[in-house]
């Protein structure tokens, strides 16, 4: 697709929602817009940063996500110490955390993708990644609505720190562990590598910017997966599968209210579109290379996307609503996130290369 007739598509687009939605998610739709541009221009992959560190022993993936949730964090948590109408993204510590966390790092190196990279490499036109996203969003609603049951087996109040600590000792507690964290890496990689990329630089920086403008207009932090789940039960729903009020989850008030309004209002919802647009917007300039897959690799790549979306959403959220929103506003629930899905990680790593993919 040219960039120009695109181009003036977004536009086209973003117009319509000042028109007739709201300013707020016409400014939203721009975020996701830069989210994507960013993450396929700077080729900024969670997925491809770990896998990196484990096979070759290259830190330079890794450093670029702890500079960006370093950056994050010192700007996300003055601002929800000072403003009480923003939200952190906080969720409990559970079994279902444990479980979907590990499951979701593993499935998500068979994947190639977590939610971010999934939707990037589908707008960059990725086909197995185009073929993962619906089959996540399913995933994403199927998780969500058997959530009650897993929650049922073991859980603990969320834990935010900057709500119990305050921002000063909340901030310093994160950024020391994001320390440990670098020293650890460096050890492991041992002497002699390159600890910092120019694009993960820069795309750390502009991934913190945006995620922090989201902040502010959204009221709460950058997400992925709900957006996923929300498409998927809307669809359900329509068809007439499903009935929400029989739910816990989405017979919860506002998701209820979600599902009877349009996608076009829902935070999440804008920012996805405007992810996939971005991405599509820089393979305009460079359509990305694909490598051919078996169909037995193209079935088990699809049934990993499957399980991206469901376990992503035991585990309230992927690499971004998880660990990048929580772990920078200050919920404990984003550093087991990490610790889990690297976990997870170690074993798909393995499984790709077995895999041949």
């Not at 040219?2 to 181009?7: D, M, S, V, Y």
């Not at 929602?17 to 969670?46: D, E, H, K, T």
């Not at 305050?166 to 562990?177: E, I, K, N, S, Y």
């Amino acid at each position: 697709m040219k960039r120009f007739p695109l181009a003036a598509a977004m536009a086209a687009f973003f117009i319509a929602l000042v028109w007739s939605v709201s300013v707020r998610q016409a400014v939203l739709f721009l975020v996701g817009i830069g989210y994507g541009a960013v993450l396929a221009g700077a080729r900024f992959g969670f997925t491809t940063g770990w896998r990196t560190l484990v096979e070759q022993r290259d830190p330079r993936g890794a450093y670029g996500q702890l500079l960006l949730l370093a950056l994050a964090a010192v700007l996300a948590m003055p601002l929800l110490g000072r403003f009480t109408e923003l939200h952190a993204a906080l969720g409990p510590p559970s079994v279902s955390l444990l479980v979907g966390a590990f499951v979701f790092g593993l499935a998500m190196q068979i994947a190639d993708g977590c939610g971010s990279g999934t939707l990037y490499k589908a707008g960059l036109g990725v086909p197995l990644n185009m073929a993962i996203l619906p089959l996540f969003a399913i995933g994403s609603f199927l998780g969500s609505a058997q959530m009650h049951d897993w929650l049922a087996l073991g859980q603990l109040k969320p834990v935010g720190l900057v709500q119990d600590w305050g921002v000063g000792p909340a901030l310093a507690a994160t950024l020391v562990a994001l320390a440990v964290l670098a020293i650890v890496v460096r050890l492991w990689v041992g002497p002699g590598k390159p600890l910092f990329e120019k694009r993960w630089v820069w795309g750390a920086i502009a991934l913190a910017v945006l995620a922090t403008i989201n902040l502010v207009i959204a009221g709460q932090p950058w997400g992925v997966v709900y957006g996923f789940g929300l498409w998927a039960a809307k669809g359900a729903q329509a068809l007439g599968l499903f009935h929400p009020a029989q739910n816990p989850y989405w017979g919860d008030a506002g998701n209820m209210q979600r599902l009877a309004q349009s996608a076009l209002l829902d935070v999440t919802s804008i920012t996805n579109m405007g992810l996939l647009c971005g991405a599509l917007w820089v393979s305009a300039r460079k359509p990305p290379g694909a490598k051919p897959l078996s169909p037995r690799q193209w079935a088990i790549g699809l049934a990993a996307g499957f399980m991206l979306g469901y376990s992503s959403r035991l585990a309230f959220g992927c690499n971004v609503g998880a660990m990048f929103s929580g772990i920078s506003t200050g919920s404990v629930h984003g550093w087991i996130w990490m610790a889990m899905a690297f976990l997870g990680t170690l074993i798909g790593v393995r499984a790709r290369r077995r895999l041949a993919f």
